[in-house]
């Protein structure tokens, strides 16, 4: 499994852009990388997922560089109810288990 | 709503006691994963069924086990339970058995509260 890591919690304001970076050094050529969301006392909810370079849906975009090192889940025009944490996984079909991190707590203020 | 269904929501029992937790996944998947989540803490993997055979396991307690019957519906048993066993259980469920490029739906949980 890749270890991920990714920023505790973030704090942005109403309006904003916010950039949450995830690295995952050994991710290997098959492995895909996701991303999930979860508001309190529910389940994850899918935003978006990736292998290279950009992807966008209507509610992200990701952005994974060359060496898929690490990858950028970008949010544009943040309101109050994107509070939430965001967790970063990057899904193996050598592995049958999805793993999450501790996520980031993205807390917008107003 | 994503189509994955947890019965109950809610559930208060006893130290000591069983209880059964209820999964039924998406229309159509075959997946089904446990998850674990005490208060302020993250998701921990429990275990995962593919078609009814168990496919990978994670940090399950002897006292929890599950299964997946023929219909794809999913339970998860937890047994002899202790306050440290109260928290949010969740399960998933995907389209495929491995990881990767896969996309999971989670239902909305079952609050289990030990007293």
């Known amino acids: 499994l890749a270890k991920t890591t990714q920023p505790i919690s973030m704090d942005s304001y109403e309006g904003q852009e916010v950039n949450i970076t995830c690295s995952h050094n050994?991710?290997?050529?098959?492995?895909?990388i996701t991303w999930y969301q979860q508001f309190p006392s529910q389940g994850p909810r899918f935003i978006i997922q990736?292998?290279?370079t950009k992807v966008t849906n209507e509610v992200a975009s990701l952005f994974i560089p060359a060496d898929r090192k690490s990858s950028t889940l970008s949010l544009p025009r943040v309101s109050l109810s994107d509070t939430a944490v965001y967790y970063c996984?990057?899904?193996?079909?050598?592995?049958?288990?999805?793993?999450f991190g501790k996520g980031t707590r993205l807390h917008i203020l107003p | 709503d994503s189509g994955v269904t947890q019965t109950p929501k809610h559930l208060i029992t006893a130290t000591g006691q069983r209880v059964t937790l209820r999964c039924s996944p998406r229309?159509?998947?075959?997946?089904v994963y446990w998850y674990q989540q005490s208060l302020d803490q993250g998701l921990q993997f429990l275990i995962q069924?593919?078609?009814?055979?168990?496919?990978a396991k994670g940090n399950i307690l002897e006292r929890f086990s599950a299964q997946q019957f023929p219909d794809l519906h999913s339970e998860l048993n937890l047994s002899s339970l202790e306050l440290g066993d109260s928290a949010l259980y969740f399960c998933?469920?995907?389209?495929?058995?491995?990881?990767?490029?896969?996309?999971?739906?989670f239902g909305e949980g079952s609050w289990l509260t030990v007293v």
């Open positions: 998933a469920s995907s389209a495929q058995d491995r990881s990767s490029g896969n996309t999971i739906y």
């Open positions: 050994n991710i290997a050529t098959n492995d895909y």
């Open positions: 990736g292998y290279k």
């Open positions: 996984l990057v899904e193996s079909d050598r592995d049958d288990k999805i793993i």
């Open positions: 229309s159509g998947d075959l997946s």
């Open positions: 069924y593919y078609n009814g055979e168990e496919r």
